[in-house]
């Protein structure tokens, strides 16, 4: 069974930044991809961004390229969501997911509790 508890949310003036922790526990983690989703109130939960297994390949979502980074350690067991120049529109809870697929199904995630992400404008 794997694990998955975020950490690092909070409250951020527009343009200021925030980074978000994924801590996983679970003999399988290094097999896994993760990624980062979020949902804002009254909308339904979208893809952020992704990294495989090894780290060697990320993507995202068009709305946060070139702010956001994902990066992962796996040596720490740990995912990261480093965002930059944030805008009030990135509000929302932010979950952590993980998935033997790059694709990163919902369907088929482990999910973590989410994590608050508020930015003040």
């Known amino acids: 069974q794997l694990q998955l508890v975020e950490s690092g949310g909070g409250l951020a003036q527009a343009g200021g930044s925030l980074r978000l922790s994924c801590a996983a526990s679970g003999r399988s983690y290094r097999a896994y991809a993760m990624g980062w989703f979020r949902q804002a109130p009254g909308k339904e939960r979208d893809f952020v961004a992704a990294?495989?297994?090894?780290?060697?390949?990320?993507r995202y979502t068009d709305s946060v390229k070139g702010r956001f980074t994902i990066s992962r350690d796996n040596g720490k067991n740990t995912v990261y969501l480093q965002m930059n120049s944030l805008k009030p529109e990135d509000t929302a809870v932010y979950y952590c997911?993980?998935?033997?697929?790059?694709?990163?199904?919902?369907?088929?995630?482990?999910w973590g509790q989410g994590t608050q992400v508020t930015v003040s404008s």
């Open positions: 990294i495989n297994w090894s780290g060697g390949s990320t």
């Open positions: 997911a993980a998935n033997a697929e790059y694709r990163l199904s919902q369907q088929s995630n482990h």
